[in-house]
Nanobody
Framework: VQLQAFGGGLVQAGESLRLSCAAS????????VAWFRQAPGQEREFVAA????????DYADSVKGRFTISRDDAKNTVYLQMNSVKPEDTALYYC??????????????????????WGQGTLVTVSS
């Protein structure tokens, strides 16, 4: 299984950016996917998750109302639409795929240990 995250870049505060996570290697539509981020000198933190069916989406409080996670199973891709970005959104963004097929952990979706495969990360820098 391979995950590739891309779409990062330098944007100004208030602008928008869309990240993509392309997956290969197993039936993409059977697995939940999440985005995490890690800012310099900080621990990795949960950003958003989408269930394998697309029917459940969860967000960190810090991005709720600004970011939207979605998936296109025909393209084996998950997206993270980032609107009204802030300087504190600056981080390396990772996508990750759940280890369990056709299952979404509604209680622990925010835990990094739940996810088996990780992309290499894409850097988002927000200037003020």
């Amino acid at each position: 299984v391979q995950l590739q995250a891309f779409g990062g870049g330098l944007v100004q505060a208030g602008e928008s950016l869309r990240l993509s996570c392309a997956a290969s290697g197993r039936t993409f539509s059977s697995y939940s996917v999440a985005w995490f981020r890690q800012a310099p000198g900080q621990e990795r933190e949960f950003v958003a998750a989408i269930s394998w069916s697309g029917g459940r989406r969860d967000y960190a409080d810090s991005v709720k109302g600004r970011f939207t996670i979605s998936r296109d199973d025909a393209k084996n891709t998950v997206y993270l639409q980032m609107n009204s970005v802030k300087p504190e959104d600056t981080a390396l963004y990772y996508c990750a795929q759940d280890s369990s097929a056709r299952y979404y952990n509604e209680k622990y979706y925010m835990r990094a240990t739940l996810y088996e495969y990780w992309g290499q990360g894409t850097l988002v820098t927000v200037s003020s």
